[in-house]
């Protein structure tokens, strides 16, 4: 397709292909001027999308970032965990700016965060012999019980027994995970909640249907990455959600073929926050340049993200389960200064040299990274905002992705600020 991202049209999705963390906020921020429909279809307040724009800086983790387009409706799905404390904090900020959120639906079916859940995260992680390093968000018990059909959903808020279904539940989670919660005093809460986010309970995916039936541009907003996946990922180190396609259609019933643009997100390089294996994690040295040029600090967390070289081996395997269309590359210019720049082609285990990914945590720990070594650029590239102005070496790099995965990339960011990209 030779159109410039920024002209997209149809449906669209924008996916992590790492272990998140890849600048989906600033991305969907841009893109989404030109959609009618933003749609958020996985995780729940784990996620953090960092969006600066002429409203001011946020750190979305329930609201879609397509918020801003002002003329835009935004939708949380039936699959995304709703944290409503977060979500009224969201409000509040949005007030303050000045954002009008009256275009936003959150799905009547999605499961609801219950206290309860955060707190298991907390203990369940406290007593775990090798930690996940979770950001505490209560989201994988929230699928847990949502799993085990025992959960609380969205549209429970607006039922007559909002209070025994609380009582109840809270009365069993006491029981069996020895807590100490008020059920009155959750009530209380989530009954004012329920006040507070009436007005924006809706069925989505009528909506969806109908805007996309009648040609409306509509954006998937995708949390995390592909290899934090619950099924693809390196289990148990990943989420509860699905980060890919899949997720898309878990929430709104929409086939992943009808998606017209797919694009796969990543960073220049990789970064991996909590645990887990990493094949092409960097020296200490360069970890540490990355670190603090890339400001590798978890939005939801305040934890260090660890560094990595690319890993090729990954995004083309991410490309062969969501069948991605375009890749958009973040934070090129933090690899500004490097001297020579390493791109992960292959894995070996014992001795041979394979492509083959290992979706078992400790399976993958095992492989060593084939590299290939690219020199580097020393150029300030913030300024850049053609791709054939960019520093030789940096073409270079670009292309050998773009060979390698046979994806062509249409994004890049050189900068942090708004504006600060090349539309390929
Ligand atoms: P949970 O999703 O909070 O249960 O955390 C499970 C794993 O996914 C941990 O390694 C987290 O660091 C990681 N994770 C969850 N959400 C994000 C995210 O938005 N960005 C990066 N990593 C995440």
Same mark, same amino acid.
């Given at each position: 397709?030779?159109?410039?991202?920024?002209? *997209?049209?149809?449906?669209?999705?924008?996916?992590?292909? +790492?272990?998140? +963390?890849?600048?989906?906020?600033?991305?969907?921020? +841009?893109? /989404?001027?030109?959609?009618?429909?933003?749609?958020?279809?996985?995780?729940?307040?784990?996620?953090?999308?960092?969006?600066?724009?002429?409203?001011?800086?946020?750190?979305?983790?329930?609201?879609? %970032?397509?918020?801003?387009?002002?003329?835009?409706?935004?939708?949380?799905?039936?699959?995304?965990?709703?944290?409503?404390?977060?979500?009224?904090?969201?409000?509040?900020?949005?007030?303050?700016?000045?954002? /009008?959120?009256?275009?936003?639906?959150?799905?009547?079916?999605?499961?609801?965060?219950?206290? *309860?859940?955060?707190?298991?995260?907390?203990?369940?992680?406290?007593?775990?012999?090798?930690?996940?390093?979770?950001?505490?968000?209560?989201?994988?018990?929230?699928?847990?019980?949502?799993?085990?059909?025992?959960?609380?959903?969205?549209?429970?808020?607006? %039922?007559?027994?909002?209070?025994? #279904?609380?009582?109840?539940?809270?009365?069993?989670?006491?029981?069996?995970?020895?807590?100490?919660?008020?059920?009155?005093?959750?009530?209380?809460?989530?009954?004012?909640?329920?006040?507070?986010?009436?007005?924006?309970?809706?069925?989505?995916?009528?909506?969806?249907?109908?805007?996309?039936?009648?040609?409306?541009? @509509?954006?998937?907003?995708?949390?995390?990455?592909?290899?934090?996946?619950?099924?693809?990922?390196?289990? =148990?180190?990943?989420?509860? /959600?699905?980060?890919?396609?899949?997720?898309?259609?878990?929430?709104?019933?929409?086939?992943?073929?009808?998606?017209?643009?797919?694009?796969?997100?990543?960073?220049?390089?990789?970064?991996?926050?909590? /645990?887990?294996?990493?094949?092409?994690?960097?020296?200490?040295?360069?970890?540490?340049?990355? @670190?603090? $040029?890339?400001?590798?600090?978890?939005?939801?967390?305040?934890?260090?993200?660890? =560094?990595? *070289?690319?890993?090729?081996?990954?995004?083309?395997?991410?490309?062969?389960?969501?069948?991605?269309?375009?890749?958009?590359?973040?934070?090129?210019?933090?690899?500004?200064?490097?001297?020579?720049?390493?791109?992960?082609?292959?894995? #070996?285990?014992?001795? $041979?040299?394979?492509?083959?990914?290992?979706?078992?945590?400790?399976?993958?720990?095992?492989? %060593?990274?084939?590299?290939?070594?690219? +020199?580097? *650029?020393?150029?300030?590239?913030?300024?850049?905002?053609?791709?054939?102005?960019?520093?030789?070496?940096?073409?270079?790099?670009?292309?050998?992705?773009? $060979?390698?995965?046979?994806?062509?990339? $249409?994004?890049?960011?050189?900068?942090?600020?708004?504006?600060?990209? @090349?539309?390929?």
């Amino acid at each position: 397709m030779k159109t410039k991202l920024n002209n *997209w049209k149809g449906a669209a999705a924008v996916i992590g292909i +790492d272990w998140g +963390d890849s600048g989906k906020g600033r991305l969907i921020d +841009d893109l /989404s001027q030109n959609a009618d429909i933003i749609a958020r279809f996985n995780g729940g307040s784990n996620t953090g999308h960092t969006v600066a724009n002429k409203f001011g800086k946020f750190a979305m983790h329930i609201t879609p %970032s397509g918020i801003f387009n002002q003329k835009a409706t935004c939708l949380i799905g039936r699959n995304v965990a709703v944290n409503l404390e977060v979500l009224m904090q969201e409000m509040d900020a949005m007030k303050k700016a000045g954002v /009008s959120f009256k275009n936003l639906m959150i799905d009547e079916q999605a499961p609801l965060t219950m206290p *309860w859940h955060i707190m298991r995260d907390g203990l369940r992680e406290k007593i775990r012999k090798s930690k996940i390093g979770t950001t505490g968000n209560g989201v994988g018990p929230t699928y847990a019980d949502y799993t085990e059909r025992v959960g609380l959903k969205v549209i429970d808020l607006i %039922s007559n027994d909002l209070k025994e #279904k609380i009582y109840n539940e809270a009365q069993i989670q006491n029981k069996f995970f020895n807590l100490k919660i008020s059920p009155n005093d959750v009530y209380l809460k989530f009954s004012k909640y329920a006040k507070v986010v009436k007005p924006f309970l809706g069925k989505t995916i009528q909506i969806l249907k109908h805007n996309h039936q009648k040609g409306k541009n @509509i954006l998937f907003e995708g949390a995390q990455g592909y290899f934090l996946d619950i099924d693809a990922g390196t289990y =148990p180190f990943v989420t509860s /959600s699905n980060p890919g396609v899949v997720g898309i259609w878990r929430s709104y019933d929409f086939h992943p073929q009808n998606l017209d643009h797919v694009i796969g997100i990543t960073k220049a390089y990789t970064t991996r926050v909590g /645990s887990g294996p990493m094949p092409t994690k960097m020296d200490e040295a360069t970890a540490k340049q990355i @670190i603090e $040029k890339g400001h590798e600090v978890g939005t939801t967390t305040g934890r260090i993200r660890s =560094p990595g *070289w690319q890993d090729l081996v990954l995004l083309k395997y991410a490309n062969e389960a969501n069948h991605l269309t375009s890749l958009a590359i973040t934070k090129l210019d933090v690899l500004s200064g490097q001297k020579k720049i390493k791109l992960g082609v292959g894995y #070996k285990l014992n001795g $041979k040299v394979t492509e083959y990914v290992p979706h078992n945590a400790d399976h993958l720990g095992e492989v %060593s990274p084939v590299y290939e070594d690219f +020199d580097g *650029w020393s150029e300030n590239i913030s300024h850049v905002r053609d791709f054939k102005k960019l520093p030789k070496n940096a073409k270079i790099y670009i292309n050998a992705i773009e $060979k390698f995965t046979k994806i062509p990339v $249409k994004f890049i960011s050189v900068g942090p600020k708004r504006g600060e990209v @090349i539309y390929v």
